[in-house]
Structures are given as structure tokens and as C-alpha cells.
């Protein structure tokens, strides 16, 4: 039913759908008559007193969430909005069978069932839908369920889609690459996406490289060639899907709300309201209070074992670009030998990283304990003074050093919008195995995408990546 459209749910989401539902009215049955938790009871009722509830919550929730979309719309949502999907369907349909049973007033009838029964469906499928993604993305990951895509245009409306891709790997689409007019854009790289020509070059890019999809990011001023891309996919059987550019503003963030039945649209800048600014804030100190309290101890064995290991200062001090472009001093613990940044002309050649960056994964400048400390990044947590003085944050993009700056192309400066962090999406997305473009594009994403629970997600998967040292060097 749900498993013809690109979007949708599998079928056998359904199905587990409906078996969670019958496993939660008969576990609230075994609790209430069986067991009976919570009150006991003088009489007893047969399974089969309940069986038109049981078939009632079977029809309704899956029917609910069918008409409000969750089964259609599947792919690309979040945990969180799949679960407030189910609440929603869940009491809905508790509301329409209380009300059916105040008119047919049933022999049996058990509140505290119907109680339990709500908070098992709500809690069992909320559970069945982590399941489902996790085998989706098992799948994914070898392959299957994975629509292969050409993005048409590689403006900023092309790197937005390309960003939430890069940040959303769980939405199952593999970039095939893109293509653009501007000789500058479409014979070069965005990251891992390959340039793969001008527009022209779309039905042989479709023939050869098995596409699923065409996203078309055109400004609406190529409206002509946007209807020839369009006509070229109907002619191919691809699917072709247009992203609006709301008139080149794409690097805003957009609200969307109605003014009795018509609708507007809001525009917002990159940047975060006073009142984000606020919790950002409380958030940060209160984490700094946290690393400053508990994490002293093991700031004074490091400190320790940088003296003992190398001569030399146990800070480093570093001048970086913070939000918009203001300057300022960065704090690390030293983790390379006293001048190992005169020694920096000398590598360039050894450069392991791509655009602005310089990395080096064996870095001859790196002290014995430097060595662990950039492994765990341990190096890092003295720029808790930093977010203390106000000048970085926990989660935001990393501070640049000038140098890097002065080498960003127009696009790569929007990452300066905000104040920058101690980590960020990126640093949780790969680390130092991402190129220099596709960390712009999940700082980017971050921006846009903004929110406290966004922080405390990327800060909770921060710390296991740090321990193991995945992707830093």
C-alpha cells in the first residue's frame, strides 16, 4: 500500500504497525485481568470481551496515520517526528472509541485498560520505528533502498541540497554529482560531488549513471531550461523534483504561515534570535561550570605531563577568526614542540587536507603526549575560557585561523555568521576524513538547522567520537 511511492514507508511497517497494537491491548489485558496491577478486581472478563477494541485500535491509528501522511512521507523524518506522528494517531484514536463506547455503553468495559493499552501502542511503536530505521539504514549502508540523484545547478540553492545530504546520510541518497552552465562550477568538485559538466550533459549523465532522481535547484529566472530539464526526465521515466529559491534567498532560513488561507512567507538572515542567543548562552556556562568543576583533576595530569614530556609553555595561544571576522586568541594545550609553527613552509608539501586546511596525520612537530591528546582532543578543552570570555561557544562551527580565511571562496565565508565552537556537526560527521567543502556545508547546515536539542544531540556525540579518536590526527 505504502510502498509505491519513493517516500513512503515500507510495507512491512504496517504490518508491525498492527502487531504492536494487538501485542499492547493484549499485554494491558494480562496486567489488568491477569496479573492485576495497579487494582484489583472481583470479576473477570474473557480476551474476547475486548476483541471490538482490539480490532477498533487496529483500524483507527493505522488509518489515522495513513490520512495525516507518516506512512507517505517517511523517508528523511527524524525519530522525534515519526513518534509525535504515533502520539497524535494514538490519542485520536482513544478519543473516537471513548466516544464510541459512552454511546454503545459495553458490557466489560476497563478504563485503566484502555489506559494502559494507549501508553504501551504510543511506546512499543515508537520503538518499532527505531527499528525500522536502523534496518533501513543497515540497508542503506550496503546499498539497498538507496535512490541515486543529479542535482541540476550548483548555486547556493544546489549546496543547500547538498548539506543536508551531507548532514543526512540517513535519508538514503547518494549524490551522483551535478551539473551547471558555469564552466567554474560545472567542471570542479564540492566536496565528494563531482561537476560533471554543463546541463546539456544531463540525459547522458541520466543513461550512464543509472539516476533515480534530478533535484533541480535553477533560479526561477531559467524557467526555460528548468521545462527542457523537466521534459528530458519525463522522457526518461526519472523522477525530477524542483527546489524553490525563494528568489535567490536561499542562504535564509524560511518560515512558512498562513494569513486566513493565504499563505506567507517569512525570511530570515543566518544568525541566531536574542532569544537563542540567550540559551545558547546558559547552555554554555552552564557546561563550562561542569568542565571547569569536574574536569580540573585532569587538567593538572595533562598539565603535568606536557612539562614532564617536552620543555616548553603548557598553553598554546593561537590568534583565530571568530564571528564576523573578529580576532581573537584561541587556547589549546601544547601539543606540539615550542616553534613548531616556524616550522610550517617546510610541510606544506606533506599536506594531507584539501582547500585552506593544513593537516598532516603524522605530524613530525607533534610531542609524545601531543600525539595522544590531538587523538582524543583532549588538546581542546582549555578553550573552555574561551566560552567563558563569550568568544566561542560548546557547538558551532571551528574557528579558522586568518591565513584559512583569507583563501575561503564567497560562499565558504557564510560559516562566520555565528560564534564558533568547541565542536560541531562536522567534527561528529567524519572529522579530519571530510574535505575542507563538506565541512562548510554541515557548519552551514548547523546553522540553519539550529536548536537546543540540536546542541545537546551533537555534544552527546561528541564524546564517544573523542574517546575513540575517530577521524582527529
Same mark, same amino acid.
Given at each position: 500500500?505504502?510502498?509505491?511511492?519513493?517516500? @513512503? &514507508?515500507?510495507?512491512?511497517?504496517?504490518?508491525?504497525?498492527?502487531?504492536?497494537?494487538?501485542?499492547?491491548?493484549?499485554?494491558?489485558?494480562?496486567?489488568?485481568?491477569?496479573?492485576?496491577?495497579?487494582?484489583?478486581?472481583?470479576?473477570?472478563?474473557?480476551?474476547?470481551?475486548?476483541?471490538?477494541?482490539?480490532?477498533? =485500535?487496529?483500524?483507527?491509528?493505522?488509518?489515522?496515520?495513513? =490520512?495525516?501522511?507518516?506512512?507517505?512521507?517517511?523517508?528523511?523524518?527524524?525519530?522525534?517526528?515519526?513518534?509525535?506522528?504515533?502520539?497524535? &494517531?494514538?490519542?485520536?484514536?482513544?478519543?473516537?472509541?471513548?466516544?464510541?463506547?459512552?454511546?454503545?455503553?459495553?458490557?466489560?468495559?476497563?478504563?485503566?485498560?484502555?489506559?494502559?493499552?494507549?501508553?504501551?501502542?504510543?511506546?512499543?511503536?515508537?520503538?518499532?520505528?527505531?527499528? &525500522?530505521? &536502523?534496518?533501513?539504514?543497515?540497508?542503506?549502508? %550496503?546499498?539497498?533502498?538507496?535512490?541515486?540523484?543529479?542535482? !541540476?545547478? @550548483?548555486?547556493?540553492?544546489?549546496?543547500?541540497?547538498?548539506?543536508?545530504?551531507?548532514?543526512?546520510?540517513?535519508?538514503?541518497?547518494?549524490?551522483?554529482?551535478?551539473?551547471?552552465?558555469?564552466?567554474?562550477?560545472?567542471?570542479?568538485?564540492?566536496?565528494?560531488?563531482?561537476?560533471?559538466?554543463?546541463?546539456?550533459?544531463? $540525459? @547522458?549523465?541520466?543513461?550512464?549513471?543509472?539516476?533515480?532522481?534530478?533535484?533541480?535547484?535553477?533560479?526561477?529566472?531559467?524557467?526555460?531550461?528548468?521545462?527542457?530539464?523537466?521534459?528530458?526526465?519525463?522522457?526518461?521515466?526519472?523522477?525530477?523534483?524542483?527546489?524553490?529559491?525563494?528568489?535567490?534567498?536561499?542562504?535564509?532560513?524560511?518560515?512558512?504561515?498562513?494569513? /486566513?488561507?493565504?499563505?506567507?512567507?517569512?525570511?530570515?538572515?543566518?544568525?541566531?534570535?536574542?532569544?537563542?542567543?540567550? !540559551?545558547?548562552?546558559?547552555?554554555?556556562?552552564?557546561?563550562?561550570?561542569?568542565?571547569?568543576?569536574?574536569?580540573? $583533576?585532569?587538567?593538572?595530569?595533562?598539565?603535568?605531563?606536557?612539562?614532564?614530556?617536552?620543555?616548553?609553555?603548557?598553553?598554546?595561544?593561537?590568534?583565530?577568526?571568530?564571528?564576523?571576522?573578529?580576532?581573537?586568541?584561541?587556547?589549546?594545550?601544547?601539543?606540539?614542540?615550542?616553534?613548531?609553527? @616556524?616550522?610550517?613552509?617546510?610541510?606544506?608539501?606533506? #599536506?594531507?587536507?584539501?582547500?585552506?586546511?593544513?593537516?598532516?596525520?603524522?605530524?613530525? %612537530?607533534?610531542?609524545?603526549?601531543?600525539?595522544?591528546?590531538?587523538?582524543?582532543?583532549?588538546?581542546?578543552?582549555?578553550?573552555?575560557? #574561551?566560552?567563558?570570555?563569550?568568544?566561542?561557544?560548546?557547538?558551532?562551527?571551528?574557528?579558522?585561523?586568518?591565513?584559512?580565511?583569507?583563501?575561503?571562496?564567497?560562499?565558504?565565508?557564510?560559516?562566520?555568521?555565528?560564534?564558533?565552537?568547541?565542536? /560541531?556537526?562536522?567534527?561528529?560527521?567524519?572529522?579530519?576524513?571530510?574535505?575542507?567543502?563538506?565541512? !562548510?556545508?554541515?557548519?552551514?547546515?548547523?546553522?540553519?538547522?539550529?536548536?537546543?536539542?540540536?546542541?545537546?544531540?551533537?555534544?552527546?556525540?561528541?564524546?564517544?567520537?573523542?574517546?575513540?579518536?575517530?577521524?582527529?590526527?
Amino acid at each position: 500500500m505504502t510502498g509505491n511511492s519513493r517516500d @513512503a &514507508a515500507p510495507w512491512w511497517v504496517v504490518v508491525l504497525d498492527i502487531v504492536v497494537i494487538n501485542f499492547s491491548l493484549w499485554l494491558a489485558y494480562v496486567l489488568r485481568y491477569r496479573l492485576q496491577w495497579f487494582l484489583n478486581i472481583a470479576f473477570d472478563a474473557p480476551y474476547s470481551a475486548y476483541l471490538s477494541l482490539n480490532i477498533s =485500535f487496529s483500524l483507527a491509528t493505522p488509518l489515522i496515520l495513513l =490520512f495525516s501522511h507518516a506512512y507517505h512521507r517517511w523517508r528523511g523524518r527524524l525519530w522525534l517526528e515519526h513518534v509525535s506522528y504515533v502520539i497524535i &494517531a494514538v490519542l485520536i484514536s482513544l478519543v473516537l472509541i471513548l466516544a464510541a463506547a459512552f454511546a454503545v455503553r459495553p458490557l466489560v468495559y476497563s478504563r485503566l485498560l484502555l489506559l494502559e493499552c494507549t501508553i504501551f501502542m504510543i511506546v512499543f511503536m515508537s520503538l518499532d520505528r527505531s527499528l &525500522a530505521m &536502523a534496518i533501513e539504514r543497515y540497508l542503506r549502508r %550496503r546499498g539497498k533502498g538507496v535512490r541515486r540523484i543529479v542535482i !541540476v545547478g @550548483a548555486g547556493e540553492v544546489g549546496r543547500r541540497v547538498m548539506r543536508t545530504l551531507v548532514a543526512r546520510p540517513d535519508i538514503g541518497y547518494q549524490i551522483v554529482g551535478y551539473v551547471d552552465d558555469n564552466p567554474n562550477k560545472g567542471t570542479g568538485e564540492i566536496g565528494r560531488f563531482k561537476g560533471l559538466g554543463p546541463l546539456d550533459n544531463l $540525459p @547522458a549523465v541520466i543513461d550512464t549513471e543509472a539516476v533515480d532522481e534530478v533535484i533541480v535547484t535553477l533560479p526561477w529566472t531559467y524557467h526555460r531550461r528548468i521545462l527542457q530539464v523537466l521534459r528530458e526526465c519525463a522522457r526518461r521515466h526519472v523522477s525530477a523534483r524542483l527546489v524553490p529559491d525563494l528568489f535567490q534567498m536561499s542562504m535564509s532560513r524560511v518560515e512558512v504561515s498562513d494569513l /486566513g488561507g493565504v499563505p506567507l512567507v517569512e525570511v530570515h538572515e543566518i544568525d541566531f534570535s536574542r532569544t537563542e542567543v540567550v !540559551v545558547k548562552r546558559i547552555m554554555d556556562l552552564a557546561c563550562v561550570f561542569l568542565g571547569l568543576t569536574l574536569g580540573a $583533576p585532569v587538567f593538572g595530569l595533562i598539565a603535568l605531563a606536557i612539562k614532564l614530556d617536552s620543555p616548553g609553555p603548557v598553553l598554546y595561544k593561537q590568534v583565530r577568526v571568530g564571528k564576523n571576522g573578529q580576532l581573537f586568541e584561541v587556547y589549546k594545550f601544547r601539543s606540539m614542540r615550542v616553534g613548531a609553527d @616556524a616550522e610550517l613552509a617546510s610541510l606544506r608539501a606533506l #599536506n594531507e587536507a584539501d582547500g585552506p586546511l593544513f593537516k598532516i596525520k603524522d605530524d613530525p %612537530r607533534r610531542t609524545r603526549v601531543g600525539k595522544l591528546l590531538r587523538k582524543t582532543s583532549l588538546d581542546e578543552l582549555p578553550q573552555l575560557i #574561551n566560552i567563558m570570555r563569550g568568544e566561542m561557544s560548546m557547538v558551532g562551527p571551528r574557528p579558522p585561523i586568518p591565513d584559512e580565511v583569507a583563501q575561503y571562496k564567497p560562499w565558504h565565508k557564510q560559516r562566520l555568521a555565528v560564534t564558533p565552537g568547541l565542536t /560541531g556537526l562536522w567534527q561528529v560527521s567524519g572529522r579530519s576524513e571530510l574535505t575542507f567543502d563538506e565541512m !562548510v556545508l554541515l557548519d552551514l547546515y548547523y546553522i540553519e538547522h539550529w536548536s537546543p536539542w540540536l546542541d545537546l544531540a551533537i555534544m552527546l556525540r561528541t564524546v564517544p567520537k573523542a574517546l575513540l579518536g575517530e577521524g582527529a590526527y
